[in-house]
T-cell receptor, first 114, second 111 residues
Framework: DTEVTQTPKHLVMGMTNKKSLKCEQHMGHRAMYWYKQKAKKPPELMFVYSYEKLSINESVPSRFSPECPNSSLLNLHLHALQPEDSALYLC?????????????FGNGTRLTVT | QKEVEQNSGPLSVPEGAIASLNCTYSDRGSQSFFWYRQYSGKSPELIMFIYSNGDKEDGRFTAQLNKASQYVSLLIRDSQPSDSATYLCAVNRVNFNKFYFGSGTKLNVKP
């Protein structure tokens, strides 16, 4: 079983909806990540939080809004998405790295925008 | 030039053979190297990581790192049909929380 839990597993939303993806980890990791993965492509980094502060934003459109309420939780708020935003959204965590801590992924949320 | 390059495959090997997966990276500052396995529709699963030049073995898996050549590989011995998946190579640099992924190599192990 994965130690990073993502909910929901599947989400279908319209372009005018507002929804949120949730991620929780209890491994004591202080770095948390959002990745987006399209079919047959590698994971694409969106955001990184380090010690609950946003440290990396890979020029993600503002219709994606991350939030890190505490060291165990990570949210991704979605608003006015486009059909091309349909993808597998992966949450991951790691120790705040010196570079030698692997990413631990959750099972992902399969998002479909209609 | 991409940060991490992998042959997309598919790489087909018969059951019981050794599968060899390769990865090159462009940044000489890269310090940590990871192999993930991803089944279709699932999330990536960590297989191995390696930081030092040489070989690292874990069961049927061996990771090999050559920093001078900027090359990392994964050998899977006694390949099983259940090993059929896409294998992602990832690299990271010290003091960065930014992992660069290769495009993945699809492995097919034929019974």
């Amino acid at each position: 079983d994965t130690e990073v839990t993502q909910t929901p597993k599947h989400l279908v939303m319209g372009m005018t909806n507002k929804k949120s993806l949730k991620c929780e980890q209890h491994m004591g990791h202080r770095a948390m990540y959002w990745y987006k993965q399209k079919a047959k492509k590698p994971p694409e980094l969106m955001f990184v939080y380090s010690y609950e502060k946003l440290s990396i934003n890979e020029s993600v459109p503002s219709r994606f809004s991350p939030e890190c309420p505490n060291s165990s939780l990570l949210n991704l708020h979605l608003h006015a998405l486009q059909p091309e935003d349909s993808a597998l959204y992966l949450c991951a965590s790691s120790q705040v790295t010196t570079g030698d801590s692997p990413l631990h992924f959750g099972n992902g949320t399969r998002l479909t925008v209609t | 030039q991409k940060e991490v390059e992998q042959n997309s495959g598919p790489l087909s090997v018969p059951e019981g053979a050794i599968a060899s997966l390769n990865c090159t990276y462009s940044d000489r500052g890269s310090q940590s190297f990871f192999w993930y396995r991803q089944y279709s529709g699932k999330s990536p699963e960590l297989i191995m990581f390696i930081y030092s030049n040489g070989d690292k073995e874990d069961g049927r898996f061996t990771a090999q790192l050559n920093k001078a050549s900027q090359y990392v590989s994964l050998l899977i011995r006694d390949s099983q049909p259940s090993d059929s998946a896409t294998y992602l190579c990832a690299v990271n640099r010290v003091n960065f929380n930014k992992f660069y992924f290769g495009s993945g190599t699809k492995l097919n192990v034929k019974p």
